[in-house]
C-alpha cells in the first residue's frame, strides 16, 4: 500500500516557467512533509518542509502547498531554472516513537527544465 | 555543514558474500537511517537507529542487518547477499531537535553477481 505517491513520473518545462510536483498521501498520521531533489549519483538533498499545521512555505523560488482535507500537496518553482533539473521526492512523516520520526518516500518525478 | 559518508561509491560482489555497507556522520546526529532506492520504486527503509545500540525494522528489513556500536556510524550487513540486493543504498541522519530532516550521503551502488 503506498502512502505517498508522486502520480507523474516525468515532467518538462520552459526554463523561466512554473513548474508544480504534486503528491498525493493517504495516512492521515502524517504530519509533516518535505520535499527533496536528487542528482544523479548523489544522495537527496533536503529542499523544503511544512507542518500540517500550516498550508503553505515558501523558500525563496520554491513554494510548498498542503491541503489536508484533500491530502495533497504540491512544490512550486518559480521560476525554473536548468540547474533544477533533478529528481524530486516527496516525502512524509509521523512520529514513530521515542523522539525518531521514519519518512515515507514516493517514487519521484523527474524535472527537466529546458534552456 | 552535516557530512554523512559512505564508505565506498561502488562496490561489487558475489551472491552469497556477506557484505558490509558503513557510514558516518560528523554532525553527532541521534538518528540515524539505511534505505535503498530502485528504478520505479522510490526510497524504501530497510533500517534505522534512534541511539547507540538501538535498532528498528523500517519496510524492508528482510535479507539485512544493522549494527550501531557508537553513536556517529551505522553499519548495514547482507549477511548473504543475493541478486536482489543489487541496489543503490542510501545512509540518512537527522537530530532529535529537527527529526524530520533527514540529510544524506551521496550512496553506495552495490552490484551482486
Known amino acids: 500500500d503506498q502512502q505517498v505517491k508522486q502520480n507523474s513520473p516525468s515532467l518538462s518545462v520552459q526554463e523561466g516557467r512554473i513548474s508544480i510536483l504534486n503528491c498525493d498521501y493517504t495516512?492521515?498520521?502524517?504530519?509533516?512533509f518535505l520535499w527533496y531533489k536528487k542528482y544523479p549519483a548523489e544522495g537527496p538533498t533536503f529542499l523544503i518542509s511544512i507542518s500540517s499545521i500550516k498550508d503553505k512555505n515558501e523558500d525563496g523560488r520554491f513554494t510548498v502547498f498542503l491541503n489536508k482535507s484533500a491530502k495533497h500537496l504540491s512544490l512550486h518553482i518559480v521560476p525554473s531554472q536548468p540547474g533544477d533539473s533533478a529528481v524530486y521526492f516527496c516525502a512524509a512523516s509521523a512520529n514513530s516513537g521515542a523522539g525518531s520520526y521514519q519518512l515515507t518516500f514516493g517514487k519521484g518525478t523527474k524535472l527537466s527544465v529546458i534552456p | 555543514d552535516v557530512k554523512v559518508t559512505q564508505s565506498s561509491r561502488y562496490l561489487v560482489k558475489r551472491t552469497g558474500e556477506k557484505v558490509f555497507l558503513e557510514c558516518v556522520q560528523d554532525?553527532?546526529?541521534?538518528?540515524m537511517f539505511w534505505y535503498r532506492q530502485d528504478p520505479g520504486l522510490g526510497l524504501r527503509l530497510i533500517y534505522f537507529?534512534?541511539?547507540?545500540?538501538?535498532?528498528e525494522k523500517g519496510d524492508i528489513p528482510e535479507g539485512y542487518s544493522v549494527s550501531r556500536e557508537k553513536k556517529e556510524r551505522f553499519s548495514l550487513i547482507l549477511e548473504s547477499a543475493s541478486t536482489n540486493q543489487t541496489s543503490m543504498y542510501l545512509c540518512a541522519s537527522s537530530s532529535y531537535r529537527v527529526p524530520h530532516e533527514q540529510y544524506f550521503g551521496p550512496g553506495t551502488r552495490l552490484t551482486v553477481t
Open positions: 554532525m553527532d546526529h541521534e538518528n
Open positions: 537507529s534512534y541511539d547507540v545500540k538501538m535498532k
Open positions: 495516512n492521515s498520521m502524517f504530519d509533516y
